[in-house]
T-cell receptor, first 115, second 114 residues
Framework: DQQVKQNSPSLSVQEGRISILNCDYTNSMFDYFLWYKKYPAEGPTFLISISSIKDKNEDGRFTVFLNKSAKHLSLHIVPSQPGDSAVYFCAASVTGSSNTGKLIFGQGTTLQVKP | NAGVMQNPRHLVRRRGQEARLRCSPMKGHSHVYWYRQLPEEGLKFMVYLQKENIIDESGMPKERFSAEFPKEGPSILRIQQVVRGDSAAYFC????????????FGEGSRLTVL
């Protein structure tokens, strides 16, 4: 039962262009969403998050959009840089419980930014 | 301020042996989580602990796996009688008391079972 899905295993974009990574979820109880970035042989690092009371959150080159009716979120990276090449994980949680660190992760999307 | 420290980074065990993975959370963090990443998959929640308490172990396999976070010392994930299917990357994360959803991950321990 995959509650968080990232249907694109990989994405390749040119440096300077926009990268759009997508994520779908099935559990309507999720109210907090995060994106993590992971380099090989390292742990995931937090990138950006969004609460379900918002539909957009922006931090520098990174913007996350949330469409609750479609149960869909996306991460936009503009402009993309070669250093952005990594695996990106979408994650979701239900913050109403005490287990707010219990994140449900998608399978990840490998982003390659070509110089 | 050191990050989440995990050791060993790599561990090789033969089937039937025991594996012990250790995690020291970031200074000031009182919540510890263990996640497992199987090859070609995302991270899967295993267990959530606070000092001397297991808060949620709903992701732990029913047998052979156990976790603790003692009053003193690191959190330990213990796998008894390992099998080949236990081969994975095990990530520990910690979070501060007032922001339990903000996870900081360690670099992971990669277990290989021969």
């Amino acid at each position: 039962d995959q509650q968080v899905k990232q249907n694109s295993p990989s994405l390749s974009v040119q440096e300077g262009r926009i990268s759009i990574l997508n994520c779908d979820y099935t559990n309507s109880m999720f109210d907090y969403f995060l994106w993590y970035k992971k380099y090989p042989a390292e742990g995931p690092t937090f990138l950006i998050s969004i609460s379900s009371i918002k539909d957009k959150n922006e931090d520098g080159r990174f913007t996350v959009f949330l469409n609750k009716s479609a149960k869909h979120l996306s991460l936009h990276i503009v402009p993309s840089q070669p250093g952005d090449s990594a695996v990106y994980f979408c994650a979701a949680s239900v913050t109403g419980s005490s287990n707010t660190g219990k994140l449900i992760f998608g399978q990840g999307t490998t982003l390659q930014v070509k110089p | 301020n050191a990050g989440v420290m995990q050791n060993p980074r790599h561990l090789v065990r033969r089937r039937g042996q025991e594996a012990r993975l250790r995690c020291s959370p970031m200074k000031g963090h009182s919540h510890v989580y263990w996640y497992r990443q199987l090859p070609e998959e995302g991270l899967k929640f295993m267990v959530y602990l606070q000092k001397e308490n297991i808060i949620d172990e709903s992701g732990m396999p029913k047998e052979r796996f156990s976790a603790e976070f003692p009053k003193e010392g690191p959190s330990i994930l213990r796998i008894q009688q390992v099998v080949r299917g236990d081969s994975a990357a095990y990530f520990c994360a910690s979070s501060p008391p007032r922001a339990p959803g903000e996870l900081f991950f360690g670099e992971g321990s990669r277990l290989t079972v021969l």
